[in-house]
């Protein structure tokens, strides 16, 4: 098949990687214009282009791909089939029309759960223990396309945020190829989507990362685990932020106060929550490189009683 890609992020690479050691001709890489970074502004190349520099394939960097002069030209290269992944850019419907047969995008979700910007945080967040990636076929719509292909996969209770996009990175690219398989076979069907079990996952924002103590552990737990590495997790201790980098659940008592020092042992910092404690086993204090526990109590003066920023989260 003549295909067209189309993304931007390091979430994209595994599927760019499987499908240009393919048989299929891959027409052109499609990503998003370099943006400046830093102090500096030095031009930051996406992870895409690199690989596509790397290996000398051509590249397209509209600042707008719904312009008409640019679908004009991509129409002029007969693609059979465009896949999107995290492209970063909405296309419009004329956008959709161009490829012979359609446009497929790579979504890290079981649709119609978790449409949406951040389907791999939300999913720790919720607690959820199962997730997986979905083949569809792009519409006008977000993420609610007719569904080509699924495959799912365990969430581990030592899974964050970076380990399972790294999982579900990897799925997506053999997930795409198996796609184009049973497309070229003639054996796949697209199947609606449910919209009445549609679900939501919202782009995150860096307040989501202060911890409220007065939630219960569990919940901290996944918080912490669904925000790494961005936007992190934090708390405050004498007015400064505390990124909390590694966390467990233990039993807590009647006593315990939510967003106090309980405990202080080898394994870590004991916190009060609004049920069980939290233990704090690796963490960054601002300015500083991330550590263990016990390095933080070597050089800090933490004491059963200590209250971690008593009034900043308790709304």
């Given amino acids: 098949m003549n295909i067209l ?64 002069e640019f679908i004009g030209s991509l129409q002029k290269n007969q693609p059979d089939i465009i896949i999107v992944i995290a492209f970063g850019q909405i296309l419009s419907e004329n956008f959709l029309k161009i490829p012979k047969q359609f446009c497929i995008n790579l979504h890290s979700s079981l ?13 720790i967040l919720n607690g959820d223990t199962r997730t997986g990636v979905t083949s569809m076929i792009m ?3 977000m993420d609610t396309g007719d569904i080509l292909l699924m495959k799912e996969t365990p ?8 380990t399972l996009h790294d999982n579900l990175s990897e799925m997506g690219g053999v997930l795409v190829l198996e796609t184009l398989k049973r497309l070229e076979e003639n054996t796949l069907l697209p199947t609606p989507q449910d919209h009445s079990k549609a679900t939501y996952a919202p782009k995150l ?24 590495p961005w936007p992190g997790t934090y708390t405050l201790l004498n007015k400064k932020r505390l990124r909390i980098l590694k966390v467990q659940v233990t039993e807590g008592t009647p006593d315990d106060s939510p967003g106090r020092v309980e405990r202080i042992t080898d394994a870590g910092i004991e916190v009060g929550t609004g049920q ?40």
């Fill in 5 to 68: 890609f189309m993304g931007t992020p390091e979430f994209a690479l595994p599927t760019l990687k499987a499908l240009h050691h393919s048989s299929h001709s891959l027409l052109a890489v499609i990503t998003q214009p370099d943006k400046p970074k830093g102090r500096g502004q030095k031009l930051l190349v996406s992870p895409i282009k690199q690989y596509a520099l790397d290996f000398n394939l051509p590249i397209l960097q509209p600042k707008t791909v719904n312009d008409p």
């Fill in 155 to 162: 969430i581990h209770e030592s899974d964050n945020a970076q």
């Fill in 205 to 228: 924002k860096k307040e989501e990362g202060l911890v409220k103590w007065d939630q219960p552990a569990t919940t901290l737990l996944n918080q912490v685990r669904g925000l790494t």
């Fill in 111 to 123: 649709l119609p759960k978790y449409r949406g910007a951040a389907p791999i945080h939300r999913s």
């Fill in 276 to 315: 069980d404690r939290l233990i704090i086993t690796e963490l960054q204090p601002e300015g500083k490189k991330s550590m263990s526990a016990k390095s933080f109590l070597a050089g800090y003066k933490i004491e059963r009683g200590i209250l971690f920023d008593p009034t900043a989260n308790q709304s």
């Fill in 139 to 141: 519409d006008k719509g």
